[in-house]
Nanobody
Framework: QVQLVESGGGLVQPGGSLRLSCAAS????????MGWYRQAPGKERELVAH???????NYADSVKGRFTISRDIAKNTVSLQMNSLKPEDTGVYYC???????????WGQGAQVTVSS
């Protein structure tokens, strides 16, 4: 059974930084694409970044150069380092794992990120 648990959200001023972490169990990072999505109030959930089983990364244009996704295979964690945060980065951030072999799509419970002065 796959379980994803996010941590590290909070309130930060514009220009600040936050680091989100996702602890994963029941999942093999080498065969699963891991990602971070976010949902702002009144908007649809959108992709922020993902990292493939081979380690290839992909970012939404709005976060390129500011956010970095990484993973620690030994610890089964995926992280999102967010720098130069803007108010429009505010939302609930969800950890996601998609298994291409089983088509299983797993989600964490979400972590609130608020960027405000």
């Amino acid at each position: 059974q796959v379980q994803l648990v996010e941590s590290g959200g909070g309130l930060v001023q514009p220009g600040g930084s936050l680091r989100l972490s996702c602890a994963a169990s029941g999942i093999n990072f080498r065969f699963v694409r891991m990602g971070w999505y976010r949902q702002a109030p009144g908007k649809e959930r959108e992709l922020v970044a993902h990292i493939s089983g081979a380690g290839t990364t992909n970012y939404a244009d709005s976060v390129k150069g500011r956010f970095t996704i990484s993973r620690d295979i030994a610890k089964n964690t995926v992280s999102l380092q967010m720098n130069s945060l803007k108010p429009e980065d505010t939302g609930v951030y969800y950890c996601n794992g998609f298994d291409f072999f089983t088509s299983e799509d797993s989600w964490g419970q979400g972590a609130q990120v608020t960027v405000s002065s």
